[in-house]
């Protein structure tokens, strides 16, 4: 089921106390060698209100994303957590393009940036990760490779290791 990240304005504006929210479901991203689909949960609790049209909330948002080492490929799920304080004036330009005058206030430009802020981009599995075997493309960290390995003055390669760098 799709994450719901929109708050009716008129819900927000109507509202004398705090408006309290938790949702959950799934929400697309894709960022690096990380990325959640229709597999991995996402749930958000929010707390938010208008006053003197500034909208002020708070986010805590839990979620479960896979990510591909960069050396082995191989995937792993894994879990985070984020929250984050939100203070925008409505009256005026902001990076979320949010008004007063739009039927609903979407969360999901500020759910989708508290998850890439938890993001690496370069995830590893493990620190010592062996990668791929670049002649057969077995993971090393799973097998050894059975077959003569070249030898460096069989490589096109091998005069750059005579530079003095």
Do not use: W
């Not at 984020?82 to 609903?104: A, M, P, V």
């Not at 938890?118 to 995830?123: H, M």
């Amino acid at each position: 089921m799709s994450l719901d990240t929109k708050i009716k304005t008129v819900d927000l504006i109507n509202s004398k106390q705090t408006l309290e929210l938790s949702r959950s479901g799934q929400l697309p991203i894709k960022y690096g060698c990380n990325f959640t689909n229709d597999e991995n949960n996402l749930a958000y609790k929010s707390s938010s209100k208008i006053h003197d049209d500034i909208l002020t909330f708070h986010l805590l948002v839990e979620f479960e994303y896979q990510a591909e080492c960069g050396r082995c490929l191989s995937i792993d799920i894994c879990q985070n957590t984020n929250s984050r304080d939100f203070s925008l004036n409505l009256n005026t330009e902001n990076d979320y393009e949010l008004n007063l005058d739009s039927e609903f206030v979407d969360f999901e430009p500020f759910i989708s940036e508290m998850i890439i802020d938890k993001l690496e981009i370069n995830y590893l599995c493990k620190i010592n990760c062996k990668g791929l075997c670049s002649d057969c493309g077995l993971n090393m960290n799973k097998n050894d490779c059975n077959h003569e390995e070249k030898k460096l003055k069989e490589s096109p390669f091998s005069s750059l290791s005579q530079l003095d760098l």
